[in-house]
C-alpha cells in the first residue's frame, strides 16, 4: 500500500487551465501507483479548460460544485459525484459557469516514457 497525505500534496501547472488550482495526489512517486496519476483539480468560478485533447483517456469525478464538459457539440453539466471519461483524442472544453468553486478528480494514465 503507497499512502499519500493531503497536507503533502504538491500544485502543479496544466496546459491550457484557468483559473485553477491543480493538486497532485497520486503518481510520479516512489511507490506510487504505476499505470496512472491522481489530481485534485479546483476551479474558480469562469475557470475551465480547453478546447483541446490529449492522445490519453482521463477520467473527471466532480466533487463540489457544478462543471459543464463540451465534447462532440454537446454539452453536459456533471455535479457532486458525476463523472465522465474523456476518450483519447477527443477534443472538449469544460468550463465552470457557477459563483461557487468546483471541486474534481481527475484520473490520467501517465504519458508513454513517464512512468516511475
Known amino acids: ?3 499519500a497525505r493531503f497536507a503533502d500534496a504538491r500544485p502543479y501547472d496544466a496546459p491550457n487551465h484557468r483559473g485553477v488550482v ?6 510520479f512517486e516512489p511507490g506510487g501507483p504505476r499505470n496512472q496519476w491522481v ?3 479546483q476551479f474558480l468560478p469562469g475557470g475551465g479548460a480547453g478546447p483541446d ?5 482521463k477520467v473527471y ?3 463540489t460544485g457544478e462543471m459543464t464538459v463540451i465534447a462532440g457539440g454537446e454539452e453536459t453539466k456533471l455535479g457532486p ?10 477534443v472538449r472544453e469544460i468550463v465552470n ?3 461557487d468553486t468546483c471541486t474534481m478528480l481527475v484520473v490520467v494514465p501517465y504519458p508513454p516514457g513517464t512512468a516511475p
Not at 22 to 27: I, K, P, S, V
Not at 81 to 90: K, L, Q, V
Request: with cysteine.
Open 53 to 57: 485533447s490529449t492522445p490519453f483517456e
Open 22 to 27: 491543480g493538486l497532485r495526489l497520486q503518481g
Open 39 to 41: 489530481g485534485l483539480s
Open 1 to 3: 500500500m503507497h499512502a
Open 61 to 63: 469525478v466532480v466533487l
Open 97 to 99: 459557469r457557477r459563483n
Open 81 to 90: 459525484y458525476d463523472s465522465c471519461t474523456i476518450a483519447p483524442d477527443e
